[in-house]
């Protein structure tokens, strides 16, 4: 394991027919980057925000967002940070925030949904991802995103901090990219129309699993059937894919599936740019990309996706994985 890591840490994840892919890193907070770095990850694809709401008894000032998201952008010198905007609400509750008691939280005021309707709180936020990007390469990602409007109504209020800052003369990055989460089925079904309108996609498929399937991602009575194997979860990965690449954006994905070692050839197959994981897979993921051949990769999802169970298409991915392993 350790001579592995080693031996991976510098090398760019090329497949053996020359497919170039991104290996990245989910972070939680600015202390994760010391392992995310021993494990040669080329770019952190999610840094999840929402630990610095929760594990505090009042709002993170803009002052105390902007050290943090500096922080993550110095240490990962130029190399792309994809930091998410606060996706609170569902199973994530902030001790100082009144959320309403819901039948449905999954299905209720969570993520980019609460920071519409408190422009205050995503205008702090994206005011701060601004000024820490003139530290590094800072990219911002919406989370839950099912609606062009909800992009289009963040965007105004991105373009409204950036007009500030320039009013005060501060320093940010004046390109910066604005991309979304593919975690509800409704926007793989209708991908390149909201590939049209941001800078890059990252698919969430802990939530587009659970939103394909409705099955609650955390309820044990049902977890044998959450499943994102299931033919219609891989549909909604190849839609997202495939309209992403038609409006000429790129394409990652920082579900828990990314990591998966079996899951590898699929995603290859299927055309995803880059893998974003926990830092301890990156080191297999790598080798399992060096070891693929992508051409043989998409004749492998072809098959795929003719099959008609979770178990079917497992069956053929793991004989697939022998052989090419
Ligand atoms: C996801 O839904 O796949 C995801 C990466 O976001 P989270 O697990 O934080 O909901
Ligand atoms: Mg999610």
Same mark, same amino acid.
């Given at each position: 394991e350790k001579e592995l890591?080693?031996?991976?840490?510098?090398?760019?994840?090329?497949?053996? !027919?020359?497919?170039?892919?991104?290996?990245?890193a989910n972070i939680g907070s600015p202390k994760d980057i010391d392992g995310v770095l021993r494990n040669g990850a080329q770019g952190i694809g999610l840094y999840r925000t929402?630990?610095?709401?929760?594990?505090?008894?009042?709002?993170?000032?803009? !002052?105390?967002q902007f050290e943090a998201y500096k922080i993550v952008a110095e240490k990962m010198q130029g190399k792309p940070v994809t930091i998410r905007t606060m996706d609170i609400g569902g199973d994530k509750s902030l001790p100082y925030m009144e959320l309403p008691k819901e039948e449905n939280p999954f299905l209720g005021w969570r993520a980019i949904r609460v920071c519409l309707d408190r422009?205050?709180?995503?205008?702090?936020?994206?005011?701060?991802?601004?000024?820490?990007?003139?530290?590094?390469?800072?990219?911002?990602?919406?989370?839950?995103?099912?609606?062009?409007?909800?992009?289009?109504?963040?965007?105004?209020?991105?373009?409204?901090?950036?007009?500030?800052?320039?009013?005060?003369?501060?320093?940010? !990055?004046?390109?910066?990219?604005?991309?979304?989460?593919?975690?509800t089925p409704a926007v793989a079904f209708r991908a390149k129309y909201f590939a049209e309108e941001v800078d890059f996609f990252s698919i969430g498929t802990n939530d587009l699993t659970q939103y394909t399937l409705a099955v609650d991602r955390g309820n044990e009575n049902i977890s044998h059937l959450y499943n994102t194997y299931n033919p219609a979860v891989l549909e909604a990965i190849r839609l997202a894919i495939q309209g992403a690449h038609e409006a000429g954006i790129t394409?990652?994905?920082?579900?828990?599936?990314?990591?998966?070692?079996?899951?590898?050839?699929?995603?290859?197959?299927?055309?995803?740019d880059a893998f974003s994981m926990s830092a301890i897979s990156i080191p297999k993921v790598k080798k399992n990309i060096m070891s693929l051949d992508k051409?043989?990769?998409?004749?492998?999802?072809?098959?795929?996706?003719?099959?008609?169970?979770?178990?079917d298409v497992l069956k053929i991915v793991k004989k697939f994985n022998e052989e090419n392993s």
């Amino acid at each position: 394991e350790k001579e592995l890591l080693k031996q991976l840490k510098d090398k760019e994840a090329i497949s053996k !027919d020359g497919v170039k892919v991104g290996a990245w890193a989910n972070i939680g907070s600015p202390k994760d980057i010391d392992g995310v770095l021993r494990n040669g990850a080329q770019g952190i694809g999610l840094y999840r925000t929402e630990f610095l709401f929760m594990n505090n008894d009042r709002f993170p000032t803009e !002052d105390e967002q902007f050290e943090a998201y500096k922080i993550v952008a110095e240490k990962m010198q130029g190399k792309p940070v994809t930091i998410r905007t606060m996706d609170i609400g569902g199973d994530k509750s902030l001790p100082y925030m009144e959320l309403p008691k819901e039948e449905n939280p999954f299905l209720g005021w969570r993520a980019i949904r609460v920071c519409l309707d408190r422009p205050e709180i995503l205008k702090t936020q994206f005011r701060a991802l601004l000024r820490a990007s003139a530290f590094g390469h800072i990219k911002i990602m919406l989370p839950m995103i099912m609606d062009i409007n909800e992009i289009r109504r963040a965007r105004k209020l991105l373009e409204e901090c950036k007009a500030e800052l320039r009013e005060e003369g501060a320093k940010f !990055d004046k390109n910066i990219a604005l991309g979304i989460m593919v975690e509800t089925p409704a926007v793989a079904f209708r991908a390149k129309y909201f590939a049209e309108e941001v800078d890059f996609f990252s698919i969430g498929t802990n939530d587009l699993t659970q939103y394909t399937l409705a099955v609650d991602r955390g309820n044990e009575n049902i977890s044998h059937l959450y499943n994102t194997y299931n033919p219609a979860v891989l549909e909604a990965i190849r839609l997202a894919i495939q309209g992403a690449h038609e409006a000429g954006i790129t394409i990652s994905m920082c579900g828990e599936f990314a990591g998966d070692a079996n899951a590898t050839p699929i995603l290859l197959g299927m055309g995803l740019d880059a893998f974003s994981m926990s830092a301890i897979s990156i080191p297999k993921v790598k080798k399992n990309i060096m070891s693929l051949d992508k051409k043989k990769c998409e004749i492998l999802v072809e098959e795929v996706m003719k099959q008609t169970t979770p178990d079917d298409v497992l069956k053929i991915v793991k004989k697939f994985n022998e052989e090419n392993s």
